[in-house]
């Protein structure tokens, strides 16, 4: 990493029922997690287990992040696993995102407002599962809000299912220009299922100006809407 970079690395450190405004925040660098839980934590708007920002690089493998949710008597509580604003690429390797709740984003909120276009990759049985939004994206909810910005989602032997919203049940997608894109990638062995939407989207809702690519050997089934 660079000069002005920090490195962290937690490893086997569990972070239980902790209540703030953002429970888990990582500073700005490259960092990684393993082998560790995010559990029962609580946050007010933000993140209920962790807040990634300021283009802050994170690699998250064989952990579980859990039981978290947000708060917000606004109705614009975000990322009840995971809040991502403006981070660098987001890796989840062999990794559980559980039974989390928000009003958008259960699992995982991805907000991109500049051009640095992170990719957010899910692979090696990575699960995104059980989590609730009362809004949109259950599982996840991806926003480029910034013109020429652009979020990549990669699924690669990675799971999203069993997630619940009133719409984009597994994925939301909503951008703010033309010019701000989203692409989805299923990649080898992805698979989206069971996830249910009170309106739109069981498996995936993706509102404008996102592309989707599938490979041959995807499955996806049994979402409803």
């Not at 972070?15 to 082998?35: A, F, H, L, W």
């Not at 990634?52 to 859990?66: D, V």
């Not at 975000?78 to 604003?85: E, M, N, R």
Request: charged share 15%.
């Amino acid at each position: 990493s660079g000069q002005n970079q920090t490195y962290t690395v937690i490893d086997g450190f569990p972070i239980y029922r902790e209540v703030s405004e953002k429970v888990t925040t990582m500073p700005e660098g490259e960092s990684s997690i393993s082998n560790t839980t995010i559990g029962d934590n609580i946050a007010n708007g933000l993140g209920g287990g962790m807040y990634i920002g300021g283009g802050h690089c994170l690699r998250i493998s064989n952990s579980t992040i859990t039981d978290n949710r947000v708060e917000d008597s606004s109705g614009n509580g975000q990322g009840g696993g995971i809040v991502a604003y403006t981070c660098g690429n987001l890796t989840l390797d062999n990794t559980k995102i559980i039974a989390n709740k928000a009003d958008s984003g259960g699992g995982i909120f991805l907000l991109n407002t500049s051009g640095n276009n992170p990719i957010i990759t899910l692979k090696n049985d990575t699960q995104v599962s059980e989590n609730k939004a009362s809004g949109y994206g259950g599982g996840i909810y991806a926003w480029p809000s910034a013109k020429n910005a652009s979020l990549r989602i990669i699924l690669n032997r990675a799971s999203i299912s069993n997630n619940t919203s009133a719409g984009g049940s597994g994925i939301f997608t909503f951008s703010s220009s033309e010019k701000a894109r989203i692409s989805i990638e299923l990649q080898q062995d992805a698979v989206l299922c069971n996830n249910k939407a009170t309106s739109y989207g069981g498996g995936i809702y993706a509102y404008n100006y996102t592309d989707i690519t599938a490979a041959t050997d995807i499955a996806l089934y049994n979402n409803t809407a």
